[in-house]
C-alpha cells in the first residue's frame, strides 16, 4: 500500500525537519530517499541556497529548513508565519499587527519599526519573488514544499535588504501526476481550518496545480471597561487564501506562471494596558486572556487584502541555462486599534480593572495602494570543468501610499488627524558569482554584487490631534539614495567522504530608510544605509553511518551605522537613529539523529551575542519604569545594549514515533522550543524585559491507505503548558504588554489522493 512505503523508517522524509529539497529534482530526490531509507539512514538532502541545486552538507552557507511533519505540526493550530518563531537556530519572528506585518531576525538583526513603509534586514523570498513590504510578508502558509532560512548575509546573489539573512518559501509545483489532499481541522474557540490542493496534467507538456485555504475563528476576547462592555469583541479572525500554478515543461525550455490571492477580516493584537507589574517583569496576578478593558475595542478592525502573479521562464542551452523571473505583488491593508490598550478611569471610583491610562490613543495605519514590480535575469554555466558561473541583473520597482490616522475616543472615534506618505523606491543591479575547484576535496566561490537604491518620500499631514505646530497642516518632502558593492568569499573542504568544512566572509548592506508619520511630530527622520562584514566557519557531518547529522557553525561580525527604531517614547510613532557600529557573535548547531526503526529526533541550539557600541547614542525613556541604562538629562544612554528582540539562546527539540499498527501505521510526534529573555525596545528596563519562552507542542495519530487515498486522523495541542506572558510592549502609555496565544487543542481529518 502506498502509505506503507512510507515505513517506520521512511517517516524520516518527515523527521528531517531542518533540510531542504529542490523544487526542480523531488523526483529523483525521493528515489534517494527511498534508497537510503532501506539502509537505516538519512537521506541526501538537496538545497538552492545559492540559485542552484546542491548537497546542503557541502554548500559554505549555514542553512536549515522546514518540511513534512514539522510544517504540519507548528501550523496546526491555525498559526501565521509566526509559527516559525524559536523552530530554526537563531530566527525569532514577532509581529505587533497579529497576522500581518510579522518582522524577522536571524542571529539578532532585525527592525521593530511598526510602519508601512519599515524595511527589514531579513528578506523574505517567495517562490523567487522578493516580498519587500511586511504586509507582504504575512502571506498564509499553505501548500508549502520547504522553508529554508539562509542566516549571515546574502546580499550577492539575493540582494535587496539581507545583511541578516534569508527566509525562502518554495510552494508544491504543478506535475504531470494527478494528486492532491484536503485537511479540516476543528479547535480550541471554535477555530476551523481548512486547506486543500488538486493537480496534475493539461496536456503531455501542460499541468497545473490549484491551492486553497480557509481559516476561520469567531472573537472570544470579552471587554469589561465600564460603559464599554461587549462580549466577543475581538480576538477572531476569517483567513482566504488561494494559488493557482500552470508548469509548461518542453525539450530544453520550462515555464512556470503563478497567481495569488489573499483576504484577511478580523481584528489586530490585543494591547492590554497595565498588564505587567510595576517594577517587575510578571503579569498581574488577575490577567485573564480573554478579557480585554478598552474604551475603542468596537471599532478595532484589521483588513488585508493582497494578490499577486509571477512568471518564471527557463532555457537549458548547451552549455548555459537563461532563467528569467518576472513578479508583480500588491496589497492593501487598514488596521485600526486601541493601542494604548486601556481607559480614563479618572470618573469611575468603582472600577476594579488594570489602572488607567494617562491619555488615550486609537489610531489606524492603511495601505490603500502598493505595488512591486521585480524582474531578474540569469545566466548560469553547466560546465563539466573546475569552473562554473552565474551572472545577472535586477530590477526593483516599489510604488507606495500610506495612510495614518487619529481618533478622538473620548468623542465616539471620530477622526481628528490624518496624514498621508507616499514613497517610491527604484533599484537595480548586477551580480556574478564564479565557483572554481581546486582539487577533488577544495573548492572556493566568490561573489559581487553592485545595487543602487533611491527612494523619494513625502508626507502631507492635512490635520493633526495637537494643538500649535504639531497639529498644524504640514507637507514634507525627503529623498534618499545610496549604491553598495557586496561581495562574499567561502570555501568547502571535504575532510573526508562524511565531513566537510567551510568557511565564508560576506558583505552586505541595507538601504537609506525614511520615516514621516507626522500626526504627532513635525520631522521625518532618516537612517543612513547600514553595512555588514560577517566571518563563519563551520563543519557539516554525517555520523553513526548514516544515522546522524551534525552541523556545527560559530560566528562574527560588524555592522557599521546599523539603522535603529526608537520606536514610541513619549508619543505613537518612530524615531530612525543609526549606531555606530554593532557586533555580533555566538554558534549555531543543527542536528538530526535516527534513533531506531521507528524513533527520530532533531535538536537545535544557537547562542546569539549582540552589542551596541557607540557612547552618543540615547534615547528618551518614559520615568515611570525602573530603567537599567545610565540616565543622562533625560536619556537612557544605550552603549553596550543588545538589540531588541534578540534573545541569547534559541533551542528545539522534536521526537518522531512511529509504529505499524494493523493496516496503518500509528505516529507521535512532540516537540520544545525555547528562547531566553530579550528586550522590548532599545533601553533596558525591568517591566520590558520579557521572560524566556518554552512552548510545548505534541501531535498523534493514525494513518492508513485504501487504494489511491491516504487518510490520517490526528489530535494536537500547541503550547502544551498554557505558558502566558508579555511577548511585546507599548511604552508610551502605561505598562502595556501583548501576549503570545494561549494553549491550542484541536483535532484533524486529512486525506491525500493520487
Not at 7 to 18: K, R
Not at 717 to 737: C, H, K, P, S, Y
Amino acid at each position: 500500500m502506498k502509505a506503507m512505503k512510507r515505513s517506520t523508517l521512511a517517516t524520516l522524509i518527515n523527521a528531517t525537519l531542518f533540510s531542504a529539497v529542490a523544487g526542480t529534482s523531488i523526483s529523483a530526490v525521493a528515489a534517494e530517499q527511498e534508497t537510503t531509507a532501506k539502509k537505516n539512514q538519512l537521506e541526501v538532502i538537496q538545497v538552492t541556497a545559492r540559485k542552484r541545486v546542491e548537497n546542503a552538507q557541502e554548500v559554505p552557507v549555514a542553512v536549515s529548513a522546514l518540511q513534512g511533519d514539522s510544517l504540519d505540526a507548528y501550523s496546526s493550530a491555525g498559526m501565521d508565519i509566526r509559527f516559525m518563531n524559536a523552530k530554526i537556530p537563531s530566527l525569532s519572528i514577532e509581529s505587533s499587527f497579529g497576522r500581518s506585518f510579522p518582522r524577522f531576525y536571524v542571529r539578532g538583526l532585525g527592525n521593530t519599526d511598526f510602519d508601512l513603509n519599515a524595511s527589514q534586514p531579513v528578506s523574505l523570498v517567495v517562490d523567487e519573488i522578493v516580498q519587500e513590504n511586511a504586509i507582504l510578508k504575512g502571506f498564509p502558509v499553505f501548500d508549502v514544499a520547504r522553508v529554508e532560512v539562509l542566516r549571515g548575509p546574502q546580499g550577492t546573489l539575493f540582494g535587496r535588504n539581507t545583511p541578516a539573512g534569508l527566509v525562502k518559501f518554495d510552494t508544491v509545483k504543478p506535475s504531470q501526476e494527478f494528486e492532491g489532499y484536503g485537511s479540516v481541522s476543528y479547535g480550541s474557540r471554535g477555530a476551523v481550518d481548512f486547506e486543500g490542493a488538486v493537480g496534475g496534467s493539461l496536456t503531455d507538456r501542460l499541468s497545473t496545480r490549484v491551492s486553497v485555504l480557509w481559516q476561520d475563528k469567531d472573537d472570544y476576547i470579552d471587554n469589561r471597561a465600564p460603559g464599554f462592555e461587549q462580549k466577543d469583541a475581538l480576538g477572531g479572525y476569517t483567513e482566504q487564501a488561494a494559488r493557482i500554478q500552470f508548469l509548461y515543461e518542453g525539450d530544453d525550455f520550462t515555464g512556470l506562471f503563478n497567481y495569488h490571492g489573499r483576504d484577511l477580516d478580523g481584528s489586530p493584537i490585543p494591547f492590554r494596558a497595565n498588564t505587567i507589574k510595576p517594577g517587575t517583569n510578571e503579569l498581574v496576578d488577575d490577567f485573564e486572556n480573554d478579557v480585554v478593558y478598552h474604551d475603542a475595542a468596537s471599532r478595532a478592525t484589521q483588513q488585508v487584502e493582497s494578490q499577486g502573479a509571477s512568471l518564471k521562464l527557463e532555457w537549458d542551452l548547451a552549455n548555459h541555462t537563461v532563467t528569467s523571473i518576472s513578479g508583480w505583488e500588491s496589497a492593501e491593508i487598514y488596521s485600526r486599534a486601541d493601542i494604548d490598550g486601556g481607559l480614563d478611569t479618572s470618573n469611575l471610583p468603582n472600577y476594579t480593572g488594570p489602572g488607567s491610562t494617562p491619555f488615550s490613543s486609537e489610531s489606524a495605519d492603511g495601505i490603500p495602494d502598493q505595488d512591486q514590480y521585480t524582474q531578474e535575469l540569469r545566466l548560469s554555466s553547466n560546465f563539466a570543468g573546475d569552473v562554473n558561473y552565474q551572472v545577472g541583473v535586477f530590477y526593483f520597482d516599489e510604488a507606495l501610499t500610506i495612510e495614518n490616522f487619529s481618533y478622538d475616543t473620548a468623542n465616539n472615534g471620530v477622526l481628528n488627524g490624518f496624514v498621508s506618505q507616499q514613497q517610491d523606491t527604484k533599484a537595480w543591479a548586477v551580480f556574478g558569482s564564479v565557483d572554481y575547484t581546486i582539487t577533488d576535496d577544495l573548492k572556493v566561490t566568490a561573489g559581487l554584487r553592485y545595487s543602487d537604491d533611491e527612494k523619494e518620500f513625502s508626507a502631507n499631514r492635512t490635520f493633526g490631534p495637537l494643538p500649535g505646530e504639531a497639529g498644524a497642516p504640514l507637507f514634507i518632502e525627503r529623498d534618499v539614495s545610496d549604491d553598495h558593492v557586496s561581495w562574499d568569499l567561502s570555501a568547502n573542504y571535504k575532510i573526508n567522504d562524511d565531513v566537510n568544512w567551510y568557511g565564508r566572509i560576506a558583505n552586505s548592506f541595507r538601504a537609506p530608510s525614511l520615516q514621516g508619520r507626522i500626526l504627532f511630530g513635525s520631522e521625518v527622520t532618516v537612517a543612513d544605509s547600514e553595512t555588514v562584514t560577517s566571518f563563519e566557519t563551520g563543519i557539516k557531518s554525517d555520523v553513526l553511518d548514516g544515522q546522524g547529522r551534525v552541523n556545527a557553525t560559530v560566528f562574527y561580525y560588524t555592522m557599521d551605522d546599523q539603522q535603529l527604531t526608537a520606536v514610541g517614547g513619549g508619543a505613537n510613532f518612530n524615531r530612525l537613529l543609526n549606531a555606530d557600529k554593532t557586533t555580533g557573535y555566538g554558534f549555531e548547531l543543527d542536528s538530526e539523529w535516527v534513533l531506531s526503526d521507528e524513533l527520530n529526533a532533531t535538536f537545535n541550539l544557537s547562542y546569539n551575542k549582540t552589542e551596541l557600541k557607540d557612547d552618543t547614542l540615547s534615547i528618551a525613556a518614559p520615568s515611570r519604569l525602573e530603567l537599567l541604562d545610565p540616565i543622562i538629562n533625560g536619556q537612557a544612554m544605550l552603549d553596550g545594549n543588545s538589540l531588541p528582540h534578540a534573545p541569547e539562546w534559541i533551542s528545539n527539540i522534536t521526537l518522531r514515533y512511529t509504529k505499524e499498527l494493523a493496516e496503518g501505521e500509528f505516529f507521535t510526534y512532540a516537540d520544545v522550543s525555547y528562547r531566553s529573555e530579550i528586550d522590548f525596545f532599545l533601553y533596558e528596563s525591568v517591566e520590558f524585559e520579557g521572560k524566556p519562552l518554552t512552548e510545548v507542542g505534541l501531535r498523534a495519530g493514525y494513518a492508513w491507505a485504501q487504494g489511491d487515498y491516504e487518510y490520517e486522523v490526528s489530535a494536537f495541542v500547541r503550547n502544551l503548558f498554557d505558558e502566558q506572558q508579555a511577548i511585546g510592549g507599548v511604552d508610551f502609555n502605561n505598562n502595556t504588554a501583548m501576549v503570545n496565544e494561549e494553549r491550542y487543542i484541536g483535532a484533524e481529518f486529512k486525506v491525500n489522493f493520487f
